[in-house]
């Protein structure tokens, strides 16, 4: 039903969602979603830390912008968060398990901040030793 609702408001997630083909998008959402249910079940913060890593660099390369990429986390957080509320009701476990897909999406969108903030580093550093090859050896 999550995938449903996804495949449904593709292009309000990421531009570059609605320009994918079903079956590739179906399974881009497929996995992510494995990794999100992993991580309520199991709570294994580096594997699912791992894969976002992955799934920023998979997205970059796919054309998404760097800017749309923790929104579109979160939409897609946000959309498994408005189908368990809507579909389970309001109980002790529906809001717990919705708490703990929130705070998958605090995860991932923590993890994506990380792997741009790697990113800004090695562009600055690239930018440092470009306009002064011998600045890195003076520090």
Same mark, same amino acid.
């Given at each position: ?9 593709? *292009? ?32 294994? !913060? ?23 990429? @923790?929104?579109?986390?979160?939409? @897609? *957080?946000?959309?498994? @968060?408005?189908?368990?509320? !809507? $579909?389970? $009701? ?50």
């Amino acid at each position: 039903m999550v995938l449903d609702e996804l495949l449904a408001s593709r *292009g309000t997630i990421d531009h570059v969602h609605h320009e994918m083909d079903e079956s590739e998008l179906r399974s881009h959402f497929e996995a992510l979603l494995t990794k999100i249910q992993a991580f309520v079940a199991d709570r294994e !913060s580096q594997v699912f830390r791992a894969y976002i890593r992955r799934w920023v660099t998979m997205r970059v390369s796919a054309g998404a912008r760097h800017e749309n990429l @923790i929104p579109a986390l979160v939409s @897609i *957080g946000d959309t498994a @968060i408005e189908v368990v509320r !809507s $579909g389970e $009701g309001d109980t002790d476990d529906t809001r717990e398990l919705m708490r703990m897909v929130a705070q998958a999406n605090f995860l991932a969108s923590r993890v994506v901040v990380e792997v741009l903030a790697d990113e800004f580093q090695r562009r600055r550093t690239q930018v440092v030793e470009l306009s002064d090859p011998e600045a890195l050896t003076r520090t």
